[in-house]
């Protein structure tokens, strides 16, 4: 069974924090790497995407994989209260994507 | 990107009866997938919507249970059969507009509520 593990939360940081979400996965094969964000009573929407090792930086936002040890991480700097929502970590092999069950991001004005 | 209509938003059902939920997207696209959200929950995939030939169902999920639609490129159905208030859920249609990237886009939601 392909999984994707995330910490539930919630994560509770102050505002202009840094907030760090992490995720692993058990599939060695898997070949990309997302990070959703849902807010509550809302559809995901792709926030993030990382294909190889290492950092990727955009905006407020780091993507960081590292595929020996099958682990995904989300970094959000400078926390808004406007990034309280549930971040989905998922991985994409074999044709179809694979979600996590989320964390719950709590950022405190 | 893509935008992805789906409906209904929502609705109420009576136990053993079907609900057909249509999704349309604004481009043609390869591969429609559709996901499940129970309460509380991570998505799940139901299964993957080729044109032109039969759904792909996941481990758990089955053809007579939920069975899809996809007449066209822009275009799917999937009907949830028989319904028990386990099937209390939202329905998520999705789509990888760049084609097998992984990047998905997803419709609003459909939530059903079965009593």
């Known amino acids: 069974q392909k999984e994707v593990e995330q910490n539930s939360g919630p994560l509770s940081v102050p505002e202009g924090a840094i907030a760090s979400l992490n995720c692993t996965y058990s599939?060695?094969?898997?070949?990309?790497f997302f990070w959703y964000r849902q807010y509550s009573g809302k559809s995901p929407e792709l926030i993030m995407f990382?294909?190889?090792?290492g950092d990727k930086e955009d905006g407020r936002f780091t993507a960081q994989l590292n595929k020996a040890s099958q682990y995904v991480s989300l970094l959000i700097r400078d926390s808004q209260p406007s990034d309280s929502a549930t971040y989905l970590c998922?991985?994409?092999?074999?044709?179809?994507?694979?979600f996590g069950a989320g964390t719950r991001l709590f950022v405190k004005a | 990107s893509a935008v992805i209509s789906q409906k209904p938003s929502r609705d109420i059902c009576q136990r053993g009866t079907s609900l057909t939920i249509q999704c349309q997207v604004d481009s043609q696209v390869t591969m429609m997938f559709w996901y499940r959200q129970q309460p509380g929950q991570s998505l799940t995939l139901i299964a993957t919507a080729n044109q032109g030939s039969e759904a792909t169902y996941e481990s758990g999920f089955v053809i007579d249970k939920f069975p899809i639609s996809r007449p066209n490129l822009t275009f799917s159905t999937l009907t949830v059969s028989n319904m028990s208030p386990e099937d209390s859920s939202i329905y998520l249609c999705?789509?990888?507009?760049?084609?097998?990237?992984?990047?998905?886009?997803f419709g609003e939601g459909s939530r059903l509520t079965v009593l």
């Open positions: 990382i294909y190889s090792n």
């Open positions: 999705s789509v990888d507009p760049t084609g097998n990237t992984g990047e998905l886009f």
């Open positions: 998922a991985v994409t092999g074999s044709f179809k994507t694979i």
């Open positions: 599939d060695r094969g898997s070949q990309s």
